[in-house]
């Protein structure tokens, strides 16, 4: 975006500048479909039964929406400690290569190791994206400023939203509230979609819904985790065997 | 243990903190750890991100297929319909999930003001 990159690094008035520009980075059309979303997670939430604070506490401590409405899903389901955290790991498997191709990015040559765990925390698809496109144009020594800067906004921001839809979900009338429930699935039936790397996650994708369902009537407690095992490798065996034929080896 | 097991203040953040927290930022941890070894393109990230995309995939269908609370008084064929709309409104616009959301909502809030 900005291409005065010329800010002198290692001064205290620039890390504010830049972190500043990450704060203003998340205003942007990213920004508020990332809203959107948790408005719609907070009437999930709402209508789990969970209260105000376990809501917003959850979007602090867990910062990925996918892993959050499955934990929501665990939670409703009525699932064990073990079995919710189990699944809330194979649907957040996904952090540790965004992690890893973020991290060597953001590191500059004097970056301090605690820096980047901290951060990571900040790591879900939302400030990702803001943080891969706008890396370039962000002085290597600043961008961990500058990404703490898209982190703490979008975590606290959001935060807010959820308290907020919590305490006006109330005074709606019942068909707003189920238009705000409505809101989480659709986000990510159409986020899914876009985010997939390969011909592969859109195959994954079409054999999870349509296993949902069937497995929540056949396997209750179990729904999840054995729609994504089943429709996750039986998408990857596609990608393998697709493979094989496309290349010839 | 569920959810609603224990009838304390603490139990519930103790299970958002384990089964929340722990388990995702396990993977950032290991992220940052890993640094630059994995190749973003080997093929057991394709088979882990397989699994991770059906079992997002499957928490949404059963959100729109089996939902609780105030969606559950309306129609299967219009949440599922309203769904489609929003899907198909998302491909044609060339991706953008504004639009998708927008169709979704409409679609769904017309029929829940006309059928009830």
């Known amino acids: 975006m900005n291409e005065n990159t010329t800010a002198e690094s290692g001064s205290e008035e620039s890390h504010i500048s830049w972190y500043l520009r990450g704060v203003r980075r998340c205003f942007s059309v990213p ?29 602090g401590v867990v910062w990925a929406l996918p892993a959050q409405v499955v934990l929501i899903g665990a939670m409703i389901a009525g699932n064990s400690l073990i079995a919710a955290a189990f699944a809330v790991a194979l649907s957040s498997v996904r952090l540790a290569p965004m992690v890893v191709a973020l991290t060597p990015e953001m590191r500059g040559p004097r970056t301090r190791k605690w820096v980047l765990y901290a951060l990571s925390h900040f790591v879900a698809i939302t400030s990702w994206v803001l943080a891969m496109e706008s890396f370039r144009n962000v002085p290597r020594d600043l961008r961990t400023a500058y990404y703490t800067g898209i982190g703490t906004t979008l975590v606290l921001v959001n935060m807010g939203v959820v308290a907020t839809v919590f305490l006006l979900a109330e005074s709606l009338p019942v068909q707003v509230t189920a238009a705000l429930f409505f809101l989480t699935p659709i986000y990510f039936l159409t986020s899914l979609w876009g985010s997939a790397r390969e011909r592969a996650g859109h195959v994954a994708m079409v054999l999870g819904l349509l296993s949902g369902p069937v497995f929540h009537l056949l396997l209750p407690g179990f729904d999840l985790l054995a729609a994504g095992c089943i429709a996750g490798g039986a998408a990857y065996v596609w990608h393998r065997t697709r493979l094989k034929r496309g290349t010839g080896k | 243990m569920s959810f609603d097991a224990l009838d304390t203040w603490w139990w519930p953040y103790l299970f958002i903190l384990l089964a929340g927290w722990l388990a995702t930022d396990t993977w950032r941890y290991l992220g940052v750890y890993l640094g630059g070894k994995m190749s973003d393109e080997s093929d057991i990230l394709v088979f882990v991100r397989c699994i991770a995309t059906a079992l997002v995939a499957a928490v949404i269908a059963n959100l729109i297929v089996f939902p609780s609370g105030a969606l559950a008084d309306s129609s299967l064929a219009l949440r599922v319909g309203a769904a489609i709309a929003g899907f198909a409104a998302y491909l044609l616009s060339r991706k953008q999930i504004l639009a998708g959301i927008a169709v979704a909502e409409a679609v769904l809030l017309i029929g829940l003001y006309l059928i009830g």
């Not at chain 1, 979303?37 to 959850?58: I, N, S, W, Y």
């Open chain 1, 31 to 59: 920004g508020l479909v990332l809203v959107s979303a948790f408005v719609g997670f907070a009437g999930l939430a709402r209508e789990a039964g969970l209260t105000l604070p376990q809501t917003v506490f959850m979007t």
